[in-house]
């Protein structure tokens, strides 16, 4: 099949250039994302510390931010759902009725492209998590 689409010119060497492009925006997106959960979660330190004091474990530390880090993750998934569904409405306004119908939007890669905001946010805050689970209570209390 792919041989077949090669001989015909059906996708043009474009888009592969495109798609490279794409990732690289998600690559930035990503190291954006981790530097703001990085400065979140140390603005957070003295709070986390306190609790790292009163006995939380660093497992509890570590599970709780991840799950902050997820909850952002699906509410930019959703968030990106709503906008291209809004983007999709508005350029299906300006088709032709023949082009209508391939304008829609799929259910399997729809949830994909949630799963793949959740997990590369998640992938983007293990590092904020894991220097969030290593806070020196000690260090965080003296400084309070």
């Given at each position: 099949m792919q041989q077949w689409l090669r001989y015909r010119n059906v996708v043009p060497s474009?888009?592969?250039i495109l798609?490279?492009?794409s990732f690289?925006?998600?690559l930035v997106c990503l190291m954006n994302a981790m530097g703001l959960m990085l400065a979140k979660i140390m603005g957070r330190a003295g709070d986390i510390?306190?609790?790292r004091a009163l006995g939380a474990?660093?497992?509890a530390i570590f599970a709780q931010c991840l799950i902050e880090t997820g909850v952002v993750g699906l509410a930019g998934g959703i968030l990106g759902l709503l906008?291209?569904?809004l983007g999709l409405w508005a350029a299906r306004s300006l088709l032709t009725k023949e082009f209508v119908a391939l304008a829609h939007?799929?259910?399997?890669d729809t949830g994909l492209a949630v799963l793949l905001a959740v997990g590369a946010t998640l992938l983007a805050g293990l590092y904020p998590t894991w220097r969030a689970a290593h806070v020196q209570p000690a260090w965080q209390l003296k400084a309070q």
């Open positions: 474009e888009v592969r798609i490279l492009v690289g925006f998600l510390g306190v609790r474990s660093r497992a906008l291209t569904a939007l799929d259910w399997a």
